[in-house]
């Protein structure tokens, strides 16, 4: 399968962006429009306003795009940041996009909400439409938002660890259903060999990162930046040494948390609370 492609800086604005990517895509390819759409059963004028910026199609045709180009993931992310309003997605958060595409392994830490790699729809929906989307917006960005766990999920898909406080996981969705679903999926893949859950229990006390979700990219030249983000704002951190002391305070977290095998026990008994409620 082939390896994902690096995103390099050519436009700033993400729509053109994301039509520049399409266009380098099918070209290196030596795929003409029409020989693009025979192959992709989609008519071929549509490939054609999408690389002229006309449009930008939907979360579909961009996932099976994804999987035609060998390109797991960017193509979808690309297109979330096109679709979205540049007051929501601004320059730093646009490079962490395009760097998560790019990166050889994955590790975070959950202080209030699961990260959207690890996401069920109803999960996400419920998410963000608590931050405010609502409507065709709201559907888009659960689309594209479930487009980004293939980065997870395929055959040469990169390692991703991450920490989850137990605050989230006692923080249940308004929807019973559909959160024993979002149970039941952090326990399958709690089994993938790529992916290690941790619980940071409650019993664990006070912690270094108890205000602040984090991930970390490790990237294909081997440096490692950081992402922060609180209910306001994000951060990418890119420098060695505040990098550095926030790899020390994960760390330090990670030793307080239970191990892998004893995180996917804890996952599995709130999801037989939650299947022994008398209310659902």
């Given at each position: 399968m082939p390896t994902r492609r690096a995103v390099?800086?050519?436009?700033?604005?993400?729509?053109?962006r994301f039509a520049e990517e399409l266009r380098h895509l099918r070209t290196e390819r030596g795929d003409s429009l029409r020989q693009l759409g025979e192959r992709m059963g989609w008519d071929w004028s549509l490939f054609g306003k999408m690389e002229k910026g006309e449009t930008v199609g939907g979360p579909e045709v961009?996932?099976?795009?994804?999987?035609?180009?060998?390109?797991?993931?960017?193509?979808?992310?690309?297109?979330e940041l096109a679709i979205s309003d540049q007051s929501q997605f601004k320059e730093r958060y646009q490079r962490y996009m395009a760097l998560e595409a790019e990166a050889t392994s994955l590790w975070h830490f959950a202080v209030s909400v699961l990260p959207g790699l690890l996401q069920t729809p109803g999960y996400a929906r419920e998410i963000l439409a608590a931050g405010g989307s609502k409507g065709e917006a709201l559907e888009q960005q659960v689309e594209a938002r479930m487009g980004r766990?293939?980065?997870?999920?395929?055959?040469?898909?990169?390692?991703?660890?991450?920490?989850?406080s137990e605050a989230v996981l006692r923080t249940p969705l308004r929807d019973v259903a559909e959160?024993?679903?979002?149970?039941?999926?952090?326990?399958e893949l709690g089994a993938r060999e790529n992916v290690t859950l941790?619980?940071?229990?409650?019993?664990?006390?006070?912690?270094?990162?108890?205000s602040t979700a984090l991930m970390f990219l490790r990237l294909p030249d081997g440096r490692t930046v950081a992402y922060t983000e609180n209910a306001y704002r994000g951060d990418l951190i890119e420098a060695n040494q505040p990098?550095?002391?926030l790899q020390r305070a994960y760390d330090a977290v990670r030793d307080l948390a239970l191990s892998p095998a004893?995180?996917?026990?804890?996952?599995?008994?709130?999801?037989?609370?939650v299947r022994c409620d008398p209310s659902t």
């Open positions: 390099t800086g050519r436009s700033r604005e993400p729509r053109a961009v996932q099976a795009l994804d999987q035609y180009y060998g390109t797991p993931g960017l193509l979808l992310a690309m297109w766990r293939e980065l997870l999920l395929g055959e040469d898909s990169p390692p991703f660890r991450t920490i989850v959160w024993r679903r979002q149970l039941e999926y952090l326990g941790h619980v940071l229990p409650f019993s664990a006390g006070p912690y270094g990162l108890d990098v550095d002391r004893e995180s996917r026990k804890f996952v599995l008994s709130l999801l037989e609370e």
